[in-house]
């Protein structure tokens, strides 16, 4: 096995071996018995004995679809903190960093204060102005930030902030001035899985799929721009059409994530991280590596968040943090990487 | 340029509508019992048609006012599911937990339960009962009531749901009876003292329209917080300093505020109901939750505000 | 297309409303080596990244032989010339391998796929700048010389008729200044580059340059050989300093010397 392969290896087994006990865990306990008879029988196409059926739906229909969100949600958001923090070159880098979670927000919380007719496109008005709105969020922070020519790094950082303090501070209006949609709104801010299913899975697939595919095509674009804007043009990197696909890829495969799963922090800060903590910091590895760990990461946290206080759910963003950061500081100090960054 | 940007983007945010969450059909699940029994359909509280056929033997319930609804009405037995809140009466707690802290409802064990209906309240998204529907569960979605003929009308209908229409009409009746009798003692009173209900200590208090400021009026008081524009309304002090009310009433007593917390507040103590200690903790649950307590929420507001009028 | 020189006609380039180069004019042969010099802000380095394409020209031209260099686009023209800037914040985590490859870009498809004449490439280029013994180690790890060495490589690996270096001995001890800029005029008559270093040692210049050209405040004072430009007027006017100049007692080259 050539070294060069290990950490793709790892990762992958990782990520399975974490679809598994997602597939396995959840709030209603399936002994290791019958799973491996529903199993059995999806493989070869048998029916199942009449005591297994619901247990068989429980994985097909609510584990199944949910983890694939979740891996989907996971990937989006390792692989975008990753292009954020090599475009930025800034380790505090996450994909909210230019306004897509607080646009997100702002417009989910806009939708909810609206009585939308319980109808295929009333219940899609929460996710599509969450989407709008992160995207619009992007471009109006793009557009804030140019000088001339160019988009300097510090004003979109600096133009971000603006615009998401702004946009946060509004949706905390809305939410306490809102009748009785409180609850709601802080649900969908803090993070989850709550409207899993296939079709959810489809309407974010094809966004992430560009986005992502775009980003893991510049992986060594991203490494010239660990120079500097100007030490990549003049080895050849046409620098601002660069950083514009790839602000726009990231922001594009993070809003479409956020739009149904609500805001989840902490993977795309950290999961980058430790992969450049375990891998190294070239990007054409990190990107493929991040995207699989920040799936892997993702799905662990759901598996945590549904089933440490069962019945309870907690929202996923908060395991997350509470989860990752020690994770995250365990790895740091264990690390031999110095200068890793 | 911004012209451009947003013709992409419409058209973007389109697509990702295109292949989004389709409508689930209500299926028709058969009830299973011995006779026969025809198809009727109900009106839910998002206008859609639900159809059952006979009563629902497995219900789940997914708010603490439908709980105390069932088992008032006495189809308690055939609640084989319930939110986490569903604390009332005692032995709804015997009944399987599903969920339901942060919005949050435990789909696995809802569908392990094999219910054959499923009632969302007021405070479940539409997303939620979307997501049930796409299990394949009946979702019957029971919209707050505003004013007690409407959580009649709810309780009516969760008699015909579940068979217990006779217990769903005696319900109603001993409420109405209850509430006429509240009336009649009050008949003769002659000032509506200002009443201040607090829901939480920050302080927010329950603004026009909501059942608490119905109740309040009913009990012969005046909402303090019926001026202001919307249902859960933060106040100031420099307000309640203003309207000084005559009472106040503590719906967060179950979160630890007391007469004594409230008297220690920094300004308050300048408040003639501060000043003569009428400062009275209430189980929130009997205004808040729109069920059969209601009425009992009602009399106890009467009894506190005009105590004359029990004697 | 065979590049013979770089020619920079009539450059102006302003930064905001503040012009920071006026009207240069300057041509660089193929197997010369011109010093640019001048006292600190007097533009040599955003002359540096003007020729490189980095910056906005207000009016002007930059030719490679004929076509102009600003209407190439930036793979074409990193294939033409190379900048070995400044060894200040370079990513720490690429080795020094890593970090020469890079130089290999203007050849490489977009996904930065590299083969074994690419891999050969950068071991010489390595080798060249004297930075192969350290060539695994991370670039964070390396002193402020050996940085500089690893820039060097790179722009060699890039296998440009023109090479352009901004300062390139600042944090050079002694000994690895004289090597370096010996290594560079080695390049520049025996691999036939046309080269141009932003430096601040005048005696250094006047040592290896075969032309040099003086820069105060955004404008061409002079260029041309050694001798005619570093004369004691404009060297005192320049850096508002007397100066003497000698010669040097051991070498064909004027030795400046600060004071009366």
Not at chain 3, 161 to 175: K, W, Y
Request: include cysteine; hydrophobic fraction near 50%.
């Amino acid at each position: 096995m050539s070294k060069r392969f290990l950490p793709y290896v790892i990762n992958l087994g990782l990520l399975v071996a974490a679809v598994i006990l997602s597939l396995a865990i959840g709030s209603v306990f399936i002994a290791p018995a019958d799973l491996w008879e529903i199993l059995r029988n999806w493989l070869t196409h048998r029916p199942l004995p009449a005591g297994l059926e619901t247990y068989s739906f429980i994985i097909s229909d609510i584990r199944l679809p949910r983890t694939v969100l979740v891996l989907l949600t996971g990937a989006a958001l390792g692989g975008s903190g990753t292009a954020y923090q090599g475009l930025f070159r800034n380790p505090l880098a996450d994909p909210y960093l230019i306004g897509v979670a607080s646009g997100a927000g702002l417009g989910a919380v806009l939708a909810m204060s609206i009585r939308w007719p319980y109808s295929f496109w009333g219940l899609l008005a929460v996710p599509m102005s969450a989407f709008a709105a992160a995207m619009l969020t992007v471009l109006l922070v793009y557009i804030m930030a140019r000088v001339g020519q160019t988009v300097p790094t510090t004003n979109l950082i600096l133009s971000g902030v603006a615009f998401s303090a702004f946009a946060t501070a509004l949706t905390s209006y809305l939410i306490i001035s809102s009748q009785g949609e409180v609850r709601r709104a802080l649900g969908w801010l803090m993070g989850g899985a709550s409207q899993s299913s296939w079709q959810t899975v489809l309407a974010i697939l094809p966004y992430l799929v560009i986005g992502l595919g775009v980003l893991l095509m510049n992986g060594h674009a991203l490494n010239l721009l660990q120079f500097g804007d100007d030490q990549a043009q003049q080895l050849g990197l046409p620098v601002m059409r660069t950083k514009t696909v790839l602000l726009l890829a990231a922001s594009l495969a993070t809003a479409a994530a956020v739009s149904f799963s609500g805001i989840i922090g902490f993977i795309g800060l950290i999961v980058p991280h430790v992969m450049r903590l375990w891998w190294g910091a070239d990007y054409r590895r990190l990107l493929p590596l991040s995207i699989m760990a920040g799936g892997g990461f993702l799905i662990l946290a759901d598996i945590l968040a549904r089933s440490v206080m069962r019945p309870q759910e907690l929202p996923v963003g908060i395991v997350t943090a509470l989860a990752g950061a020690p994770f995250f500081l365990w790895v740091l100090r264990k690390s031999k990487n110095q200068g890793y960054w | 340029m911004f012209r451009k940007a947003i013709i992409t983007l419409a058209s973007l945010t389109l697509i990702l509508a295109a292949c989004a969450p389709k409508l689930p059909a209500a299926t028709e699940i058969t009830s299973g019992t011995e006779t026969p029994a025809t198809p009727v359909t109900y009106t839910d509280g998002l206008g859609r048609s639900i159809e059952m056929t006979g009563s629902a033997q497995r219900v789940v319930s997914l708010t603490p006012a439908t709980t105390e609804i069932l088992f008032a009405i006495g189809a308690g037995s055939q609640v084989v599911g319930r939110d986490t809140f569903s604390d009332y009466p005692a032995e709804a707690s015997t009944v399987t937990d599903i969920g339901g802290s942060m919005g949050k409802y435990n789909t696995e064990a809802i569908v392990n339960l094999k219910p054959d209906l499923v009632v969302a309240g007021g405070i479940n998204p539409p997303e939620l009962v979307a997501s049930l529907e796409t299990l394949g569960l009946k979702v019957f979605f029971l919209s707050n009531p505003t004013t007690m003929d409407e959580l009649y009308a709810r309780i009516r209908i969760m008699g015909n749901l579940t068979g217990a229409d006779s217990g769903a009409e005696k319900v109603v009746t001993s409420m109405d009876a209850k509430a006429k009798e509240v009336d009649a003692k009050l008949s003769g009173i002659t000032d509506k003292p200002v009443v201040y209900y607090e829901l939480d200590a920050t302080p927010f208090t329950a603004g026009p329209g909501t059942f608490v400021d119905q109740l309040i009026s009913r009990a012969g008081g005046t909402n303090f917080g019926a001026k202001m524009d919307s249902a859960w309304a933060q106040i100031s002090l420099e307000q309640l300093l203003v309207a000084d009310p005559a009472f106040i009433v503590l719906g967060d007593s179950a979160y630890g505020e007391t007469a004594s917390t409230v008297s220690a507040r920094p300004g308050w103590d300048v408040l003639t109901a501060v000043k003569e200690q009428k400062i009275f903790p209430f189980d929130d649950n009997l205004v808040s939750r729109p069920g059969p307590r209601l009425v009992d929420g009602l009399e106890a507001l009467a009894r506190l505000i005009h105590p004359e009028a029990y004697k | 297309m065979e590049i013979r020189a770089l020619k920079i006609e009539a450059l102006t380039v302003f930064y905001g409303k503040r012009c920071a180069l006026q009207d240069i004019s300057l041509e660089i042969q193929r197997g010369q080596v011109m010093a640019l010099i001048g006292p600190n802000g007097a533009g040599k380095s955003t002359l540096i990244r003007a020729a490189s394409g980095v910056l906005p020209i207000q009016s002007g031209k930059i030719r490679t032989n004929g076509d102009e260099f600003t209407s190439l686009a930036p793979m074409q023209r990193a294939r033409c010339l190379a900048v070995v800037p400044q060894a200040v914040a370079l990513p720490p985590a690429f080795t020094a391998w890593e970090t020469v490859l890079m130089g290999r870009t203007p050849y490489l498809n977009f996904l930065g796929q590299t083969s074994d004449a690419d891999e050969a490439i950068v071991r010489h280029a390595l080798n060249r700048a004297d930075a192969l013994d350290f060539a695994d180690r991370r670039v964070g790890e390396l002193s402020g010389g050996e940085q500089q060495r690893v820039l060097l490589a790179r722009a060699l690996a890039q296998a440009t008729p023109i090479l352009l270096l901004d300062e390139p001995t600042a944090h050079l001890d002694m000994q690895y200044q004289v090597a370096l800029m010996h290594t560079i005029c080695q390049l520049a008559h025996e691999d036939h580059l046309a080269v141009m270093i932003a430096m601040h040692d005048l005696n250094l210049a006047a040592r290896y340059a075969d032309s040099v050209a003086l820069l105060v405040q955004g404008r061409l004072e002079a260029v041309g050989n050694p001798n005619e430009v570093l004369t004691p007027e404009r060297i005192s006017s320049a850096y508002h300093l007397p100066v003497q100049v000698v010669q040097h007692p051991f070498q064909k080259a004027p030795l400046i010397l600060p004071g009366e």
